[in-house]
């Protein structure tokens, strides 16, 4: 993801573009002046900054437009917030409220914004360093009514992230390079090659929780080997994503065959999921068995449950 760090001269400019864009669009504005032209009595118009980002925007939009500062939605006429990622934020905002309009510095979600990570003059902290994404595991940890001053947890969002990252790394390695350096052999025989036991932990996207356990793979080569070492960085390299058990299964067999295209790949994945195991159900012991298989080794099965 490219990250884009934006200058308080980049705000400026976002701001302006926003409050122009406020001043031709707002039913609010526009109902204002009509009373103006009448000689009607005109109403404050309410504006709200959603927490955190959005506050220094709301101000900033306030003093152009002489708007008034409020600190509950249910007061507002109009919400800002300095960037929509998912949507879902504005979504709850306006749930129930149709009369209120909702305002951002940057939409997330337009195509010209996509693959990008913006980070905010107030997201950087009096050293220097990006806190934009340490925002997030502070807010969470305040969300379950920790302290996140006090001692034990003061650092933990800069861990947090530091861990994530390992987690997730996945994203930044490409299967192809892992599996480019292969061996010649025979041209063709019908020996298996076969690792198993290969240890992964992955992050269940339901839920963001770990689920974890084993990947066995089998394959038949036709013409060209792996060294061992390959297959347990591919499965680490699907694995290190957010994840669901049957595609990851599904992405170690499909990669081998287009990559390797041996005879046949079967791969067995087992594991142990905590969504299941510490919430929800709570069956500890419980064990989840995906399988794919490709080539010869799916041919094999179709034949055997046609007999």
Known sequence: MEKVILQEKDINRLINELANKIRFNSSFLKRNDHMQVT???????NIYGVPRGGIPVAYRIAHILKFNIVDTVKEADIIVDDIVSSGRTREEMMKGVEHIEFYSLIDGQCDCNA????????????????ESAT?????????????????????TPKRFI??????????????????????????????????????????????LLPFL???????IPDGCYLGISKLARLVNCFARRVQIQERLTNQIANTLQKELNPQGVYVECRAQHLCMLARGVQKSGSML??????GVFRESVQHFDTK
């Open 213 to 219: 356990g084993k990947v066995s793979i089998s394959y």
């Open 115 to 130: 693959g990008k990570w913006f980070v905010f003059p107030w997201e950087i902290g009096l050293e220097g360093a990006d």
């Open 289 to 294: 068995i995906t399988e794919a298989r490709t």
């Open 135 to 155: 925002d997030i595991p502070t807010r969470l940890i305040e969300f379950i009514g920790e302290d996140v001053t006090r001692e034990g947890l003061v650092d």
């Open 162 to 207: 530091k861990a994530w990252k390992f987690l997730t790394s996945g994203y930044n390695e490409d299967p192809k390079e892992i599996l480019k350096t292969r061996f010649t052999g025979e041209s063709k025989n019908d020996n298996i090659v076969q690792l198993d036991d290969i240890e992964f932990y992955s992050i269940c996207e339901h839920h």
């Open 39 to 45: 000689g009607t009595i005109k109403n404050p118009i």
